[in-house]
T-cell receptor
Framework: RKEVEQDPGPFNVPEGATVAFNCTYSNSASQSFFWYRQDCRKEPKLLMSVYSSGNEDGRFTAQLNRASQYISLLIRDSKLSDSATYLCVVNKDTNAGKSTFGDGTTLTVKP | EAQVTQNPRYLITVTGKKLTVTCSQNMNHEYMSWYRQDPGLGLRQIYYSMNVEVTDKGDVPEGYKVSRKEKRNFPLILESPSPNQTSLYFC?????????????FGPGTRLTVL
């Protein structure tokens, strides 16, 4: 089993739709969680950190469920420009230098 | 401009010919990492460094070497490249602890080993 697993996708949605991605992690000691966005094999860029209480940034909401060991990303009112691959990232508690990425979920928003 | 730079951006080489991919950051970050990205496998961490002269293995270190002699530079060395090292490579940096810190990525190096 992979340490970090994401919904395989791809997700194809119409503009304006709400879409949610999940990401599960296996190490219960993991301490920090992130969502990154990657466009067409370019460098990943931070979308959101994920805090224990959940956090929102405009149309994007991230949630953390430690009991079930998953994080989620909700995109509301999706735009064409949201089309990308979304990567979840988990940093372990024991060594802050080590990061584990999920394989990514590809989202295509269509007119 | 704050950035992570990598060179070269594209490289085609042959099996066994030693190569170095350079990575430099101008943000005075303590942490630097190298990743490779392959279709269907996401980003996998090769090596990381928590400061000058402090490096450690990531998930896929075999066939690679790194060094951190200066804070800004973190070169990736392939002593004897093989075709299975054909991949897209990213360097990244971030500040030290606490854990909630963004990683900044370089633009990537697309390596082909024939």
């Amino acid at each position: 089993r992979k340490e970090v697993e994401q919904d395989p996708g791809p997700f194809n949605v119409p503009e304006g739709a709400t879409v949610a991605f999940n990401c599960t992690y296996s190490n219960s000691a993991s301490q920090s969680f992130f969502w990154y966005r990657q466009d067409c094999r370019k460098e990943p860029k931070l979308l959101m950190s994920v805090y224990s209480s959940g956090n929102e940034d405009g149309r994007f909401t991230a949630q953390l469920n430690r009991a079930s060991q998953y994080i989620s990303l909700l995109i509301r009112d999706s735009k064409l420009s949201d089309s990308a691959t979304y990567l979840c990232v988990v940093n372990k508690d024991t060594n802050a230098g080590k990061s584990t990425f999920g394989d990514g979920t590809t989202l295509t928003v269509k007119p | 401009e704050a950035q992570v730079t990598q060179n070269p951006r594209y490289l085609i080489t042959v099996t066994g010919k030693k190569l170095t991919v350079t990575c430099s950051q101008n943000m005075n970050h303590e942490y630097m990492s190298w990743y490779r990205q392959d279709p269907g496998l996401g980003l996998r961490q090769i090596y990381y460094s928590m400061n000058v002269e402090v490096t450690d293995k990531g998930d896929v270190p075999e066939g690679y070497k790194v060094s951190r002699k200066e804070k800004r530079n973190f070169p990736l060395i392939l002593e004897s490249p093989s075709p299975n090292q054909t991949s897209l490579y990213f360097c990244a940096s971030r500040t030290g602890a606490p854990l909630y810190n963004e990683q900044f990525f370089g633009p990537g190096t697309r390596l082909t080993v024939l």
